[in-house]
């Protein structure tokens, strides 16, 4: 049975099912470059939800699910994570529809240990910052489309944060071809464990193996967002 909920900017219309969404983005990106895309918010049936929807069927490992819930997977920031399965080279990008529902610390949307990851961070007790790889976001986005992308911002230097479509410069931590697979609802620590649960909602993701302009991240961010 669902968990209803109330989630902010995640509600269903009540008067018609709502479409999935275009990993494409309208054909900016080539489907075959989608190494991965899922959308529990549309498919509400928690077997189906895992179902790669991209033509490479790239399948996740489920350990310990999460909560199918009318927003999407429902994490509960405690042991429920979702392994997809996919080493991430330096120039890959990761983009997610969410919403934060727990309090601030260091929890991950989604990541990779020392390189690719978005999680809340507070500088005090009830202050919570988006920080990507170094790149802190304010003010607070508590809900929305997180997404990094591996474009290369110098020479050798790869890694730009999106929010909403808008992107932000990662200075600290340029990405890196990756030693741990891509977990959702949590990121792993140096040993490959997963730590930092997030309690989230993510209702779209999708992972590519290609670098994404700001053209083609601020079009899949609005492919990727949900009523």
């Avoid at 020479?155 to 891509?182: A, R």
């Amino acid at each position: 049975m669902l968990t209803r909920r109330r989630i902010p900017y995640h509600k269903r219309r009540a008067e018609s099912a709502p479409s999935p969404f275009d990993f494409t983005a309208g054909g900016l990106i080539p489907a075959s470059n989608c190494l991965q895309a899922f959308d529990p918010f549309v498919v509400q049936d928690l077997q189906q939800s895992y179902v790669d929807l991209s033509p490479n069927n790239n399948q996740p490992i489920v350990t310990v699910s999460p909560t199918l819930d009318v927003g999407g997977w429902l994490f509960n920031g405690t042991n429920q994570y979702i392994d997809t399965d996919i080493y991430l080279e330096y120039n890959y990008s990761i983009f997610a529809t969410y919403s934060y529902l727990g309090a601030a610390g260091a929890y991950a949307i989604f990541g990779v240990n020392e390189g690719i990851y978005v999680y809340p961070y507070s500088s005090g007790s009830t202050r919570i910052y988006y920080e990507m790889s170094g790149s802190v976001i304010n003010p607070p986005v508590i809900s929305g489309i997180a997404g990094v992308s591996g474009e290369e911002v110098s020479e050798g230097v790869y890694g730009v944060g999106y929010i909403n479509g808008v992107s932000y410069n990662i200075d600290s931590s340029p990405f890196e071809t990756m030693t741990h697979t891509l977990l959702i609802g949590a990121m792993n620590n140096s040993s490959g464990s997963p730590y930092r649960f997030g309690n989230s909602i993510i209702s779209r993701f999708a992972v590519y193996d290609i670098p994404l302009s700001a053209a083609q991240a601020a079009a899949l961010s609005t492919h990727m967002s949900v009523e």
